[in-house]
């Protein structure tokens, strides 16, 4: 997925990022027919079969939201995702020929589900899509009515998360580092690229640790209805997240265990 028109150097760097994760997830998965060849269409979902994937193979895609023209897809981009009925109309329409190379949906998911990494590369996939359209969005209203939510570059010291406070959001950090603390004890680092901040939106319980950048960094943020709403159309994708935060807490547990021993030991 590309943005239209001018847009900031991070979003780049995740278009980057992003285009390179559809042939990874579809690795070892044999497609499931020929390259459907597809002439100029004004909209493309209204041909597509429904229980098949694609993987854009050639051509170039403008995807549009109430008429208005707010990305494209390219080449090695997933098509065919978006089937809720419930989410806003994405109309994609094309100018010159497709090719598209098709995959069964069910095959895809059984594939993704799996292997844990790539449960974990469909997580990013599906976070960074929808923050790219929340920044595109977002640069289309006027500054005064802006969202706080989507791309943000912080400082050194920026406190992303703040222990005890209510869970609005969860956070992808793109580019940087940052530190979780525990009542001011540090008790890990924050992965770059994974989904943090969840399990406080899940449960509605107040934050547990305080999260703070220890360098310059960009963060995705993602509010809390938007990242719900993800997590109930796919139900899979939750499953995959509970399991990833299953392991960052036998973790952090180690963490905590070691650091009250060192203290009573002390």
């Known amino acids: 997925m590309y943005l239209l028109g001018e847009q900031p150097a991070y979003a780049d760097a995740l278009i980057n990022r992003l285009q ?11 497609p499931c ?84 990494e790539r449960s974990e590369l469909f997580l990013q996939y599906l976070g960074g899509q929808a ?23 912080v400082a050194r010291g920026e406190v992303l998360i703040q222990q005890g406070d209510e869970a609005d959001h969860v956070f992808v950090i793109i580019e940087g580092h940052a530190e979780a603390f525990v009542d001011g004890h540090k008790v890990g680092d924050v992965p770059k690229d994974e989904i943090f901040g969840a399990m406080a939106v899940f449960t509605g319980e107040r934050r547990n640790a305080s999260v703070i950048t220890s360098e310059p960094s960009t963060v ?6 938007q990242f719900l709403s993800l997590t109930q159309s796919n139900p899979k994708v939750a499953h995959s997240l509970i399991e990833s935060m299953a392991r960052r807490i036998g973790l952090l547990n180690k963490q905590i265990t070691h650091l009250s021993a060192a203290k009573i030991s002390g």
């Open 20 to 30: 390179n994760i559809p042939a990874r997830l579809l690795e070892g998965l044999s």
């Open 33 to 116: 027919g020929l390259a459907l060849e597809v002439p100029a269409v004004d909209d493309l979902a209204a041909i597509l079969p429904g229980d098949q994937l694609f993987l854009l193979d050639s051509g170039l895609l403008h995807g549009c939201i109430d008429e208005r023209a707010l990305f494209y897809l390219h080449e090695g981009d997933l098509v065919g995702l978006r089937q809720d009925a419930e989410l806003p109309h994405c109309r994609l329409r094309s100018d010159g020929p497709l090719s598209l190379m098709p995959y069964l949906r069910t095959e895809v998911f059984q594939h993704i589900y799996a292997d844990p």
């Open 131 to 153: 923050s790219l359209l929340s920044d595109a969005v977002a640069r289309l209203k006027q500054p005064e009515f802006r969202s706080t939510h989507g791309f943000q570059r």
């Open 220 to 225: 995705i943020l993602i509010p809390k209805d």
